[in-house]
């Protein structure tokens, strides 16, 4: 069932929306950086980022780390990118909310940002289930999964068959549309070796396999 909303919403539409998650459900979240935080350099960042998300559900799967190419405003440091499954049982608000802290935590302040800057994390809900959610302060899908290389290369490396409830085609898909596309070069998203960031991941895997 595809569930769609305005995140301008009332208090009880919120409360319907609760109840709807009455089950654990898995959102995928892109992370960037290209500017050290309290953290250290970017690896480190995504790396102590990563690790907060575990406070909001379960991280299932890292993917690779990436160096991308900044788009939109080229005089900045490349990124460091990656992208994050988390089972959750937060509302979509819920999460918005509670990823915004983690950026502050780690520096950012997205007033006092501009577009495509570079910037000390970045936190991204890209899908949420069969969430879609149009308004002023939430939109998912997120209103540029489709057109962005350095988000499509890592969400494919670990859900090629997630959905887009919104377009209707799975990971795979949008990202191979990318490939003909002007602008889109799939080459400019490389992986990367980082222990940091290796660590993480196999801290997780260890975790949940647990009894």
């Known amino acids: 069932m595809r569930v769609c909303i305005s995140s301008s919403v009332p208090l009880g539409v919120e409360l319907l929306v609760r109840d709807t998650l009455n089950k654990m459900r898995t959102a995928y979240i892109g992370m960037g950086a290209n500017l050290p935080s309290n953290a250290g350099p970017p690896e480190a960042t995504l790396a102590a980022a990563a690790a907060r998300l575990e406070s909001l559900g379960r991280v299932a799967a890292r993917s690779s780390l990436y160096s991308t190419e900044p788009v939109g405003f ?14 959750t049982g937060l ?24 577009a495509n800057g570079p910037r ?5 809900i890209l899908l949420f289930g069969d ?17 962005r ?10 859900a090629p068959r997630a959905l ?48």
């Open 74 to 87: 080229a005089d900045q440091p490349r990124f460091l990118n990656a992208v994050a499954a988390l089972e």
């Open 149 to 158: 290389a350095f988000v499509l290369v890592p969400l494919n490396e670990i």
């Open 164 to 211: 887009d409830p919104r377009s209707g085609n799975i990971v795979s898909q949008l990202l191979q549309s990318l490939v003909p596309g002007p602008g889109n070069e799939i080459k400019a998203v490389v992986p990367i070796q980082s222990d940091l960031w290796r660590a993480g991941a196999d801290s997780g895997a260890a975790d949940s396999g647990k009894s």
């Open 91 to 114: 509302t979509p608000f819920e999460l918005l909310g509670a990823v915004l802290l983690i950026e502050q935590d780690f520096g950012r302040n997205r007033l006092f940002s501009f």
């Open 131 to 147: 969430f879609v959610i149009g308004g002023s302060s939430l939109v998912i899908p997120h209103p540029r999964l489709t057109e």
């Open 120 to 124: 000390t994390l970045d936190i991204d």
